[in-house]
């Protein structure tokens, strides 16, 4: 079993910073994405930031230029780093893996619990 443990989020000023990490722990052979999600009430859940294995990363347009995704690979943890936050990132923010846990084994997608993030002054 795998599991993925948000951490880093919490109560900013607009205009500051915070740093999200998600670490997966459990049976893993390889982690073949990683991404993170955002979603508020009565809104669908947006897709923020993807990094692959190889180090692509791609970003929503609301936070390009503003946030960072990158992985360490050795702890198996990824990062958003999250910078100049608005008021409209307020969102429970979830990452997400793509694991596979044995070799020959099909890859399966893996949550996180969800970490809350609010901007506010």
């Known amino acids: 079993q795998v599991q993925l443990v948000e951490s880093g989020g919490g109560l900013v000023q607009p205009g500051g910073s915070l740093r999200l990490s998600c670490a997966a722990s459990g049976s893993i052979f390889s982690i073949n994405f990683m991404g993170w999600y955002r979603q508020n009430p009565g809104k669908e859940r947006e897709l923020v930031a993807t990094i692959t294995s190889g180090g692509n990363t791609n970003y929503a347009d609301s936070v390009k230029g503003r946030f960072a995704i990158s992985r360490d690979n050795a702890a198996n943890t990824f990062y958003l780093q999250m910078n100049s936050l608005k008021p409209e990132d307020t969102a429970v923010y979830y990452c997400?893996?793509?694991?596979?846990?044995?070799?020959?084994?099909?890859?399966?997608?893996?949550w996180g619990q969800g970490t809350q993030v609010t901007v506010s002054s």
């Open positions: 997400n893996a793509i694991v596979q846990t044995g070799w020959g084994k099909v890859d399966r997608r893996y």
